[in-house]
């Protein structure tokens, strides 16, 4: 493949992206709202990103309590080692960790099933029934990849926690109490919150690209097949700028900070 | 009756139609062939408004959906059924689902009335006893009989057929070939069959319309389509033997 090639197919993914927002604020406010969709495309994404998302909790845990451990008896400071591994975890790690896990397992997943769709003259099917597709194809799956990435960030924070606690226990004999003595003493609601925020909105972002990739597909399985890898490609992208953004601003204003 | 009159459609530098005319009749099947990749699909995607032509009129009962509001686009396409190549079932959804599709979307009728509708049209294409199947389980022949069912219970006027019989055994391609027949006689439909199989036009249609450098070269009868002085019979069956003669069989 040519350089000018390339360059065309990513300019075709933005432009594919850059469609599918203007589309989803479109038909999001048009009768009827997909209200059964989005419940069945919610089951859906808890389902496939439950056992991704939970495994990347634990080996979060594994490597924070290594870091804890390590770093807590080199500086005679075990009894913050739980307060240090909470606090990233809230601030940072489990949205960046979540973020990339679910575009790997529910993002890729809408990209190729909505571009096989499209392949095979299904959204086509649906355009003819009077059915437009960005209302039933997309937007459930957005809203849907909003709820299932906040309810499972939340989740994985607990499993994270846990196996942070097991693991310093396990390998630097810090017992339950002096991990949890200190451990939510930083945790202030703006950076709970924050972290929740970032994580809607990066599911919002991961649902979007995924889809709008997928939706503006053209080509055969080869196509499909690059189109998946790009999908993967942007959505990292995104969870990084977005956290980015998010660092900048809570730096700014001084809102989620200790 | 259907009226296309001078569409132009092209896809960056490939102008695939050139100011092609044709017009479709009522309660008649009309076939049109030509080679792989010569347009045929993007006139029938044109005929139901999912690619919108550069130039010309696509005329529907004397409405010209180029020009129409989405509304009234949407209102034109409850006249249209369309069977996509290999059928365009939605994977996700059973035999069942997949039929009663666009009646439970729109809430037109109770479910009672559905469960009926859907039941009679799969009966039609002999299929009740796949109900629960998912479209992976049915073979290409099954599928496109779904695909005819599902078409069919919104009870459009026109519908429209892309390769009804593409990739299939003959025995799959008979009993569809049948079922377009069986449609067009007790149902009165007015179907317009894009192919290049060459029996299943001979088969079904009424008339047959040659598609080449994107217009519409002949348009005939089928007897006089299958004459051996017709353009038709020239492309497709003459050009054949000549091919296989130069190559020594």
Request: with cysteine.
């Amino acid at each position: 493949m040519t350089k000018n090639e390339s360059a065309r197919e990513w300019l075709y993914a933005g432009k594919s992206i850059l469609f599918v927002y203007g589309n989803f604020f479109y038909w999001l406010f048009k009768e009827p709202f997909p209200y059964r969709q989005t419940g069945e495309q919610f089951i859906r994404t808890m389902l496939e990103g439950f056992g991704t998302l939970m495994i990347g909790a634990v080996v979060q845990g594994l490597f924070l309590a290594w870091l804890g451990g390590h770093y807590g008896g080199r500086f005679g400071a075990y009894i913050w080692a739980g307060t240090a591994t909470t606090f990233a975890i809230f601030r940072e790690t489990s949205v960046l960790m979540a973020g990339t896990l679910f575009a790997s397992r529910v993002g890729t997943a809408f990209t190729v099933e909505i571009g096989s769709m499209q392949m095979s003259g299904q959204l086509d099917a649906l355009r003819l029934m009077a059915v437009e597709p960005t209302q039933h194809i997309v937007i459930p799956r957005v809203l849907a990849s909003i709820i299932s990435l906040l309810l499972l960030k939340a989740l994985s924070d607990g499993v994270a926690i846990v196996s942070t606690m097991f693991f310093l226990k396990h390998w630097f004999g810090i017992a339950y109490p002096i991990f949890l003595e200190h451990a939510f003493e930083f945790l202030k609601p703006p950076i709970l919150t924050q972290s929740f925020v970032r994580a809607g909105i990066i599911g919002f972002f991961i649902g979007l690209n995924a889809c709008g990739l997928g939706y503006y597909f053209q080509g055969g399985a080869v196509e499909l097949g690059k189109t998946t890898t790009k999908s993967t490609v942007i959505n990292f992208i995104y969870v990084l700028m977005v956290d980015l953004i998010f660092q900048v601003v809570l730096e700014t204003t001084g809102w989620g900070t200790v | 009756m259907i009226e296309v009159k001078n569409l132009h459609v092209s896809f960056s530098n490939n102008h695939v139609l050139r100011g092609l005319d044709i017009r479709i009749d009522e309660q008649m099947a009309t076939v049109v062939i030509g080679r792989s990749g010569i347009g045929k699909s993007v006139l029938l995607r044109s005929l139901c408004g999912l690619i919108k032509p550069e130039q010309g009129s696509i005329l529907i009962d004397g409405e010209d959906i180029t020009m129409c509001s989405r509304k009234k686009l949407l209102k034109i396409r409850n006249k249209i059924g369309m069977l996509f190549q290999e059928g365009a079932l939605f994977d996700s959804l059973s035999v069942y689902e997949n039929v009663a599709f666009p009646l439970t979307y729109h809430h037109l009728f109770s479910r009672e009335e559905i469960d009926r509708k859907v039941r009679t049209y799969l009966d039609f294409v002999e299929m009740q006893e796949f109900l629960d199947a998912m479209p992976s389980e049915l073979s290409g022949g099954m599928k496109r009989k779904v695909a005819i069912a599902r078409a069919m219970i919104m009870e459009p006027k026109y519908l429209l057929y892309d390769e009804p019989t593409n990739g299939l055994d003959p025995y799959s391609s008979a009993i569809v070939e049948i079922m377009i027949k069986k449609l067009q006689q007790e149902l009165n439909i007015t179907s317009l069959i894009v192919t290049h199989d060459i029996e299943l036009t001979h088969f079904i249609a009424d008339r047959i319309a040659l598609l080449e450098r994107g217009i519409i070269v002949s348009l005939d009868s089928r007897k006089d389509a299958f004459r051996e002085d017709s353009l038709i019979y020239e492309h497709f069956i003459k050009k054949r033997e000549r091919i296989q003669q130069a190559n020594g069989y």
